[in-house]
């Protein structure tokens, strides 16, 4: 082993760490990495760059673009909430769902469409009496496997393809994936609808996901008693706040210090600041109240909601926010965002405690009054994922119908094209983003919000570390100890192994990083081999996407996360058999179709 394979693989292991961990953001993570990889020599700055004008990462950037503009035409929304109305059972509203939320994955990215398609399913759910958590993760789970049947419906999928063209392979054809993609997807919504519906969670949280009338998530809130209201000098009693239903009363700060042990006759006082939990629809009532007023903790208050000078948001705070792990008085939130919080969801918290002191996390869930800069400010920055607007105020005006179904046929297009190999996805997808500039469906100063910047970072950044381990003969160094371990079994036995070792990685690592770690490797093996490297990039693009055990390793799981109140266990009881019968399902499939 020489010292480049040994620092490699110290740099590697320590961004995987570091990446579970969740010492920092990933992109801060993998572009340290590369630095380090830079500084030693052991990557040139044209080879440690090359990830940044990858065709497969501009593909998916590309891509993100047209995607947008489906989702903004409201169409898919629309048809999503026709789909979950016209269902006459939670299992039949569930494979419904499921089977459309599988097909437009493969030919659009899976996260925007569990992002558009959550909120209307915690509807459905809220007005049938059904937990989210019954519906959320299976919807996860369609996405990531639908996204397998095409290039396009993963990122792992491009950027598999990518760097196969890059090293002078042929590469995937729009629908080669499907032999394995289509065979998985039905496994697992008969799975999820027969053993894994029984299996998933039914679980009513110790705090109080639901309103017990309206089944509506509830928000952590705080107002202020005022001086000449109605609820000035009166007992907690009188003022209906003793009720654990609607708006339930967590604690009182009272200069300075937070009581949380008081009884129903306890005395309210001028400037009294309230923490309260319920439904947006509750607060909103309880602060139309003569006496209580919202504390937003800026000068963003409601009036400019009614004046149309601000807007209400409800966002989930992602993966790559730079706010995660801080408090939120340390975040200089309206400073940053032109914005203010004056409502915090989280399922599995149940301290008494200021919203100001409360720490940031993934999947956070955040009632803002944005001001008319927070697109601004938010648009290069993959901070937040926005479920909902107050439609009254909201800033963008409705399409025109030409607007709203242009895009769906210039996508409709795009496919084709593509799927008939008449022109590469790149070419098709960079074709369609001019034609919705230039008709000014996206305007150009939006489409800075449809580009997952951190996301684009992260998978340029995995590029050069996929080539120092090419470069080192670590990547060759794997291969032959692979192929030692599994000499006894065969070229099966290699293809389970390069399986398992892919996909524990992107469990814990993310996709694309996974994708990118391990392909080298499996060139290596086809080298030593001797045979072709389709069957083990095959392996690697499907054993990437297939994150099924963790909450960590697929966007679309981490979003579902905290939107179904679900457990870290929850994903190992229903992700580990889904995950073994993928594993047999596409080792099966290439050792007799692809070999």
Request: contains cysteine; charged residues 15%; neutral net charge.
């Amino acid at each position: 082993m020489t010292w480049e394979m040994a620092v490699t693989g110290i740099v590697i292991l320590a961004m995987m760490g570091a990446l579970i961990k969740e010492a920092a953001r990933p992109e801060v993570i993998l572009l340290t990495a590369l630095f380090v990889l830079l500084l030693t020599g052991i990557l040139t700055p044209a080879e440690a760059v090359q990830g940044f004008y990858n065709q497969g990462m501009l593909t998916i950037g590309l891509l993100c673009i047209v995607a947008g503009a489906v989702q903004k035409s409201g169409l898919v929304e629309r048809f999503v909430e026709n789909v979950l109305n016209n269902g006459h059972s939670p299992r039949q509203s569930l494979l419904r769902i499921m089977v459309p939320s599988s097909l437009f994955s493969g030919v659009l990215n899976n996260t925007p469409i569990v992002a558009a398609f959550t909120p209307y399913v915690r509807q459905w759910c809220e007005k049938h009496d059904v937990a989210p958590s019954k519906f959320l993760l299976p919807i996860s789970f369609a996405t990531i496997a639908g996204g397998t049947m095409t290039l396009i419906g993963t990122s792992t999928n491009l950027v598999v393809h990518g760097m196969l063209i890059e090293r002078g392979f042929e590469g995937f054809s729009f629908f080669q994936l499907a032999i394995i993609g289509v065979p998985i997807t039905l496994f697992l919504i008969v799975f999820m609808i027969g053993i894994g519906l029984k299996m998933l969670p039914n679980r009513v949280p110790t705090m109080p996901y639901f309103n017990t009338d309206k089944n509506q998530k509830r928000f952590s809130a705080e107002m202020v008693v005022e001086p000449n209201g109605e609820f000035a000098g009166k007992t907690i009693k009188q003022a209906g706040l003793h009720q654990k239903n609607g708006v339930e009363l967590l604690g009182i700060v009272r200069k300075g210090k937070v009581l949380e042990n008081y009884s129903p006759s306890f005395k309210l006082k001028a400037h009294d600041c309230l923490l309260l939990i319920g439904s947006l629809n509750d607060i909103a009532y309880l602060e139309g109240r003569d006496g209580l007023q919202l504390d937003t903790g800026a000068a963003y208050q409601l009036d400019g909601l009614r004046q149309g000078e601000s807007q209400l948001l409800e966002v989930v705070v992602t993966h790559y926010s730079s706010l995660l792990f801080k408090k939120m008085k340390d975040t200089l939130f309206p400073q940053q965002f032109d914005a203010a919080i004056v409502g915090v969801h989280r399922y599995d918290d149940q301290h008494v405690q200021r919203m100001e002191e409360i720490t940031i996390k993934p999947g956070d869930t955040l009632l803002l009054l944005a001001g008319p800069d927070f697109e601004n400010r938010t648009s290069t920055r993959n901070e937040f994922t926005i479920l909902r607007t107050n439609k009254s105020s909201n800033p963008f005006q409705p399409f025109p119908v030409w607007k709203r179904i242009l895009p769906i046929i210039l996508f409709g297009i795009m496919i084709v094209l593509a799927a008939a190999q008449i022109i590469s996805i790149f070419t098709a997808a960079a074709v369609t983003v001019m034609l919705l500039l230039v008709l000014n469906i996206l305007p150009v100063r939006e489409i800075k919000n449809y580009i997952p910047f951190q996301v684009l970072i992260v998978i340029s950044a995995a590029f050069g570390i996929g080539e120092a381990m090419l470069k080192t003969g670590a990547a060759t160094y794997l291969a032959e100890m692979m192929l030692q371990w599994m000499a006894p079994f065969g070229l099966i036995g290699m293809f389970i192994l390069l399986y398992v070792l892919t996909n524990i990685l992107t469990e814990v690592i993310t996709n694309n990083a996974a994708a990118i770690i391990m392909l080298p490797v499996a060139i290596e093996t086809a080298a030593i081999l001797g045979i072709q490297i389709t069957p083990l990039a095959v392996i690697v693009a499907i054993a990437a996407s297939a994150s099924f055990i963790t909450p960590i390793g697929y966007q679309t799981n981490l979003f579902v996360y905290g939107q179904g109140g679900y457990r870290f266990i929850d994903f190992m009881k229903i992700g580990i058999p889904v995950s073994l019968m993928v594993m047999a399902i596409t080792v099966s499939i290439t050792w007799m179709v692809l070999v």
